[in-house]
């Protein structure tokens, strides 16, 4: 079993950043996908951005260039650096990794952008 712990959620204005951290612990296989996925009331669970062991990264269009995914392996943590944060950004966010054939995910945290 994997356990994954979110934080980082909140409320900005417009224009602002947050970074979003996901520690996984359990049984940890060094073989994975890690990222996030976001879901707006009333909207379908989206990939927001993802990365593999081998650092191979993956974004949603519409975060390319604002958004920036990273792992560090030895704390079996993954971060999402969000800058130039926009309305349509407002979703609950959730951390997933894929491993050992299975997907885990996170509880979600919210992330309210607004002025």
């Known amino acids: 079993q994997v356990q994954l712990v979110e934080s980082g959620g909140g409320l900005v204005q417009p224009g602002g950043s947050l970074r979003l951290s996901c520690a996984a612990s359990g049984t940890i296989f060094s073989i994975y996908t890690m990222g996030w996925y976001r879901q707006a009331p009333g909207k379908q669970r989206e990939l927001v951005a993802n990365i593999d062991n081998n650092s191979y990264t993956n974004y949603a269009d519409s975060v390319k260039g604002r958004f920036t995914i990273s792992a560090d392996n030895a704390k079996n943590t993954v971060y999402l650096q969000m800058n130039s944060l926009k309305p349509e950004d407002t979703s609950v966010y959730y951390c997933?990794?894929?491993?050992?054939?299975?997907?885990?995910w996170g509880q979600g945290t919210q992330v309210t952008v607004s002025s």
């Open positions: 997933n990794r894929y491993q050992g054939g299975r997907p885990y």
